[in-house]
């Protein structure tokens, strides 16, 4: 024994352990600190460590077996004990660990200096994170892709994401991306990192469904963004009726994934509300791919398979909920796809919102959709209750957001209205929803630089709503000809949009351009929308058709009101505007447009104290919005109309020049107030007014120089006499 360890020694074999032992410790130390700048992934320190394990038996069998001389290596038993160099070997040896110790004891110094500087820095960089809300801890679920042999399971492949996004969306320490913004990375070949940039997140999962029979495949991976490298993956082949257990699954592996490399505390991550069985799932599942198409088909196609899902299963909340939401987008109005009744679609929608509320409480869809239904009943205080829990329940349910915006402006409370959709649109930037409202809310502040920048950037997901706005920019901006130009340019490149198309129209009314709005609307209802501002019984007979056929919808009601007030049947109007006002809340109630049919008819009576009383909290909203940073039109107009009323006929005089000189706007409106206040009797007003209608005749008149041209629109063709008035000119 004591010769086998004398060997050892002499052949340095406790040298060569020791220095590879050093050695291999210096390099683990330098794999630590560049594995997380090179963006390696986290296995990268234990493949070293097995690797170096593995490599210290042979290094010690090399060293027993093998012997370093001056004629290169030979086999030590090849070698003559008299001749042997192995003394110089292991003093070399010794060099070597003592200057590999000394660099080992450098680094470990240098590293303890300064690692409270690293964590200062680190925890600083989490407090910005923090503040601007875009932690590690934020994800996009981008639509699986279906790779079923016949391809027709992209309904189940879609449904399956936005389950997953609607679990995850639970954890309060996960931000996750709004689906909408999501799903427009469907069917691209899409890299990562730019998705992630689009998105605002840090992590991505993606994967893939295969369906066939009663067999599904899941491939599921979640993908860190800025290396490109998967924290987790797994496939799932299971029977369908397992598809419930599946999502589970994945999301609970999901958050492990996360924890393990975030710290993410969530103990337990939410599960998914399962069906009774899979045939209502995946009519479910088929009734929101359809519902998510936005056309009057679409809806009513999906109507069908969420009665098919609630026969079978009479308790699935999910369905009851969405069914409720088909109803109401099938009602007949301005926001809606549908030709209902307000009654007829609130007879169905409100019991299954009931049901899915009482079946599931803790459903972010059925409060959602309950909300919007108050809003469809203007019971807008009501309706904020719900969206708030929709949005405790589910931060990621970007669509309430918007809904909620409508709701809080429409109470007067515009600067949370304001922060609402600037949020959603961070949330959700790629989302037609999002960004139309707000856009909106941009333009009517007139923060044209702002809206440039969002614009820029939509153009590529939608262009005809890109070029729409950029028109209603070039309007503000004293430029309609230029603005009706852009959106005609747009709608040659989206021929098919029928919003944009209805959006030139309105911009051609205004510019004195009735006949070619008309050709070019897009709907069979022109007169009934773009009304002709001087044809009071016209106007009339078209509100009373709708009432009629529509007695309970309160946007009938108001548009009788005036209607009939146009006509000078002014017992009616009032008795039609109380009734409207009495059906609305208490705090929209002394706000709505509706209670200036009350003023206008004391003003007639000089009444003052009956017109000053319904003023006042009107007034009080417009400095709201003034002082909120709204800056639209019809505040103006309206302040203009209060001055006269109030006598203050020089400062109303500036008012109407001042409105009028910014945009042109709704003729309806101006011809309507010229005549009902009697401006059009007052030389200066008119004198005014003429000024305006000069600048819409030029304005005119190059839109039509370039539609009457050589280039043209491919979209609309001006009248031949209105081309012959170009030429002659």
Same mark, same amino acid.
């Given at each position: 024994?004591?010769?086998?360890?004398?060997?050892?020694?002499?052949?340095?074999?406790?040298?060569?352990?020791?220095?590879?032992?050093?050695?291999?410790?210096?390099?683990?130390?330098?794999?630590?600190?560049?594995?997380?700048?090179?963006?390696?992934?986290?296995?990268?320190?234990?493949?070293?460590?097995?690797?170096?394990?593995?490599?210290?038996?042979?290094?010690?069998?090399?060293?027993?077996?093998?012997?370093?001389?001056?004629?290169?290596?030979?086999?030590?038993?090849?070698?003559?004990?008299?001749?042997?160099?192995?003394?110089?070997?292991?003093?070399?040896?010794?060099?070597?660990?003592?200057?590999?110790?000394?660099?080992?004891?450098?680094?470990?110094?240098?590293?303890?200096?300064?690692?409270?500087?690293?964590?200062?820095?680190?925890?600083?960089?989490?407090?910005?994170?923090?503040?601007?809300?875009?932690?590690?801890?934020?994800?996009?679920?981008?639509?699986?892709?279906?790779?079923?042999?016949?391809?027709?399971?992209?309904?189940?492949?879609?449904?399956?994401?936005?389950?997953?996004?609607?679990?995850?969306?639970?954890?309060?320490?996960?931000?996750?991306?709004?689906?909408?913004?999501?799903?427009?990375?469907?069917?691209?070949?899409?890299?990562?990192?730019?998705?992630?940039?689009?998105?605002?997140?840090?992590?991505?999962?993606?994967?893939?469904?295969?369906?066939?029979?009663?067999?599904?495949?899941?491939?599921?991976?979640?993908?860190?963004?800025?290396?490109?490298?998967?924290?987790?993956?797994?496939?799932?082949?299971?029977?369908?009726?397992?598809?419930?257990?599946?999502?589970?699954?994945?999301s609970a592996a999901i958050v492990a994934a996360l924890a393990e490399t975030l710290g993410l505390e969530t103990i337990a991550a939410p599960t998914v509300q399962a069906a009774a069985n899979t045939d209502a799932y995946n009519s479910f599942l088929l009734g929101q791919h359809l519902i998510r198409q936005r056309t009057k088909q679409s809806i009513e196609?999906?109507?069908? *398979?969420?009665?098919? %899902? /609630?026969? +079978? $299963? &009479?308790?699935? =909340?999910? @369905?009851? !909920?969405?069914?409720? #939401?088909?109803?109401?987008?099938?009602?007949?109005?301005?926001?809606?796809?549908?030709?209902?009744?307000?009654?007829?679609?609130?007879?169905?929608?409100?019991? *299954?919102?009931?049901? %899915? /509320?009482? +079946? $599931? &409480?803790?459903? =972010?869809? @059925?409060? !959602?959709?309950?909300? #919007?239904?108050?809003?469809?009943?203007?019971?807008?205080?009501?309706?904020?209750?719900?969206?708030?829990?929709?949005?405790?329940?589910?931060?990621?349910?970007?669509?309430?957001?918007?809904?909620?915006?409508?709701?809080?402006?429409?109470?007067?409370?515009? !600067?949370?209205?304001?922060?609402?959709?600037?949020?959603?649109?961070?949330?959700?930037?790629?989302?037609?929803?999002?960004?139309?409202?707000?856009?909106?809310?941009?333009?009517?502040?007139?923060?044209?630089?702002?809206?440039?920048?969002?614009?820029?950037?939509?153009?590529?997901?939608?262009?005809?709503?890109?070029?729409?706005?950029?028109?209603?920019?070039?309007?503000?901006?004293?430029?309609?000809?230029?603005?009706?130009?852009?959106?005609?340019?747009?709608?040659?490149?989206?021929?098919?949009?029928?919003?944009?198309?209805?959006?030139?129209?309105?911009?051609?009314?205004?510019?004195?351009?009735?006949?070619?709005?008309?050709?070019?609307?897009?709907?069979?209802?022109?007169?009934?929308?773009?009304?002709?501002?001087?044809?009071?019984?016209?106007?009339?007979?078209?509100?009373?058709?709708?009432?009629?056929?529509?007695?309970?919808?309160?946007?009938?009601?108001?548009?009788?009101?005036?209607?009939?007030?146009?006509?000078?049947?002014?017992?009616?109007?009032?008795?039609?505007?109380?009734?409207?006002?009495?059906?609305?809340?208490?705090?929209?109630?002394?706000?709505?447009?509706?209670?200036?049919?009350?003023?206008?008819?004391?003003?007639?009576?000089?009444?003052?104290?009956?017109?000053?009383?319904?003023?006042?909290?009107?007034?009080?909203?417009?400095?709201?919005?003034?002082?909120?940073?709204?800056?639209?039109?019809?505040?103006?107009?309206?302040?203009?109309?209060?001055?006269?009323?109030?006598?203050?006929?020089?400062?109303?005089?500036?008012?109407?020049?001042?409105?009028?000189?910014?945009?042109?706007?709704?003729?309806?409106?101006?011809?309507?107030?010229?005549?009902?206040?009697?401006?059009?009797?007052?030389?200066?007003?008119?004198?005014?007014?003429?000024?305006?209608?000069?600048?819409?005749?030029?304005?005119?008149?190059?839109?039509?120089?370039?539609?009457?041209?050589?280039?043209?629109?491919?979209?609309?063709?001006?009248?031949?006499?209105?081309?012959?008035?170009?030429?002659?000119?």
């Amino acid at each position: 024994m004591s010769y086998f360890l004398e060997e050892l020694k002499r052949r340095n074999v406790f040298k060569v352990g020791a220095a590879y032992l050093v050695v291999s410790w210096l390099i683990l130390q330098l794999v630590q600190s560049v594995r997380e700048p090179l963006g390696l992934p986290e296995w990268t320190d234990a493949f070293f460590i097995v690797l170096l394990s593995v490599g210290l038996p042979m290094a010690l069998l090399f060293a027993w077996a093998f012997e370093l001389t001056p004629d290169g290596v030979k086999k030590t038993k090849e070698v003559d004990k008299e001749t042997s160099v192995t003394a110089n070997t292991g003093r070399k040896l010794n060099y070597a660990i003592i200057a590999t110790l000394a660099i080992a004891l450098a680094y470990s110094v240098f590293d303890r200096v300064n690692q409270p500087d690293s964590v200062e820095i680190t925890e600083a960089t989490d407090t910005v994170a923090a503040e601007q809300g875009i932690g590690n801890t934020s994800i996009a679920v981008l639509p699986f892709v279906d790779m079923s042999s016949d391809q027709d399971q992209e309904y189940f492949s879609d449904g399956i994401s936005e389950e997953l996004l609607n679990v995850l969306a639970k954890i309060p320490e996960l931000r996750v991306a709004a689906r909408t913004s999501s799903f427009q990375f469907k069917g691209q070949n899409v890299d990562i990192g730019n998705v992630a940039e689009q998105l605002n997140v840090d992590h991505v999962l993606e994967g893939s469904i295969r369906k066939a029979d009663t067999r599904i495949r899941i491939t599921a991976q979640l993908i860190r963004a800025d290396t490109g490298y998967h924290l987790w993956s797994e496939t799932y082949d299971r029977e369908l009726t397992d598809i419930f257990g599946i999502q589970d699954e994945i999301s609970a592996a999901i958050v492990a994934a996360l924890a393990e490399t975030l710290g993410l505390e969530t103990i337990a991550a939410p599960t998914v509300q399962a069906a009774a069985n899979t045939d209502a799932y995946n009519s479910f599942l088929l009734g929101q791919h359809l519902i998510r198409q936005r056309t009057k088909q679409s809806i009513e196609a999906s109507l069908t *398979h969420f009665e098919r %899902a /609630l026969e +079978l $299963d &009479p308790d699935y =909340a999910p @369905a009851h !909920a969405s069914l409720a #939401l088909a109803s109401h987008l099938l009602t007949n109005s301005r926001s809606t796809y549908g030709t209902l009744t307000l009654e007829e679609s609130l007879s169905v929608a409100l019991p *299954h919102i009931k049901r %899915a /509320l009482a +079946l $599931d &409480p803790a459903l =972010a869809d @059925a409060h !959602a959709v309950k909300g #919007l239904l108050l809003v469809a009943q203007q019971k807008f205080e009501d309706s904020v209750t719900f969206f708030d829990e929709a949005l405790r329940l589910n931060p990621s349910h970007n669509d309430v957001r918007s809904w909620y915006s409508i709701a809080l402006e429409a109470l007067g409370r515009h !600067a949370e209205a304001f922060d609402v959709i600037k949020e959603a649109y961070r949330l959700d930037p790629l989302s037609n929803l999002t960004f139309n409202n707000y856009a909106n809310r941009l333009l009517q502040r007139r923060k044209h630089d702002e809206l440039a920048v969002i614009i820029g950037r939509f153009d590529a997901i939608d262009p005809a709503r890109a070029a729409s706005f950029a028109g209603f920019v070039l309007n503000q901006q004293r430029r309609i000809a230029d603005g009706v130009v852009t959106m005609l340019r747009g709608a040659e490149r989206a021929p098919e949009n029928t919003r944009l198309q209805s959006m030139i129209a309105f911009q051609l009314h205004n510019l004195g351009l009735r006949d070619e709005a008309r050709q070019l609307w897009p709907f069979d209802n022109f007169d009934e929308v773009l009304q002709d501002p001087e044809d009071h019984q016209g106007n009339l007979k078209i509100a009373e058709a709708r009432y009629q056929e529509n007695p309970d919808s309160l946007d009938a009601m108001e548009e009788l009101a005036w209607a009939r007030f146009g006509v000078g049947d002014n017992a009616s109007a009032l008795e039609l505007a109380n009734r409207y006002l009495n059906e609305l809340g208490e705090v929209r109630r002394d706000i709505d447009g509706a209670n200036q049919i009350i003023i206008y008819d004391a003003w007639q009576r000089n009444d003052t104290d009956a017109m000053l009383e319904r003023l006042a909290p009107i007034e009080a909203n417009y400095q709201r919005m003034a002082t909120d940073g709204v800056d639209a039109w019809d505040m103006a107009w309206d302040k203009a109309v209060f001055l006269f009323m109030r006598g203050d006929t020089e400062e109303a005089l500036e008012a109407v020049e001042f409105a009028l000189s910014r945009e042109v706007f709704n003729e309806s409106v101006v011809s309507w107030d010229f005549e009902t206040l009697g401006w059009d009797k007052l030389p200066r007003f008119v004198a005014v007014r003429e000024k305006y209608d000069s600048y819409r005749a030029e304005e005119r008149s190059k839109l039509l120089q370039i539609a009457c041209g050589e280039i043209g629109f491919n979209n609309w063709k001006p009248s031949k006499e209105n081309c012959k008035k170009v030429e002659s000119t």
